[in-house]
């Protein structure tokens, strides 16, 4: 009995230490789809804004995202997306 009840406490250790960590650590969800048209993105092709880098698919997206890049910044972390950030000016 003293051996079960043993193991039935290291495993909930376990499971609470596991949910724990994935509270903390939570997996990072990189972009990978364009926001204006869906396409996948193009790493060379970007606008840093609100010291966040949004990713584009070609260069027809670029305006609308120069146009209002909080809307597309709040659509991608709605979809859990953790931006890439923006590249201090002058380097």
Same mark, same amino acid.
């Given at each position: 009995?003293?051996?079960?009840?043993?193991?039935?406490?290291?495993?909930?250790?376990?499971?609470?230490?596991?949910?724990?960590?994935?509270?903390?650590?939570?997996?990072?969800?990189?972009?990978?789809? %364009?926001?204006?048209?869906?396409?996948?993105?193009?790493?060379?092709?970007?606008?840093?804004?609100?010291?966040?880098?949004?990713?584009? %698919? %070609?260069?027809?997206?670029? =305006?609308?995202?120069?146009?209002? =890049?909080?809307?597309?910044?709040?659509?991608?972390?709605?979809?859990?997306?953790?931006?890439?950030?923006?590249? =201090?000016?002058?380097?």
């Amino acid at each position: 009995m003293k051996k079960i009840l043993g193991m039935l406490g290291v495993v909930a250790m376990l499971i609470g230490s596991g949910v724990a960590g994935a509270a903390e650590g939570q997996a990072i969800k990189k972009q990978t789809m %364009c926001p204006v048209m869906g396409g996948a993105v193009k790493t060379n092709l970007y606008v840093d804004a609100e010291g966040k880098r949004i990713y584009v %698919c %070609c260069a027809g997206c670029l =305006p609308a995202i120069k146009k209002d =890049p909080a809307k597309y910044i709040a659509k991608l972390e709605k979809d859990g997306v953790t931006l890439d950030k923006a590249e =201090p000016k002058g380097k």
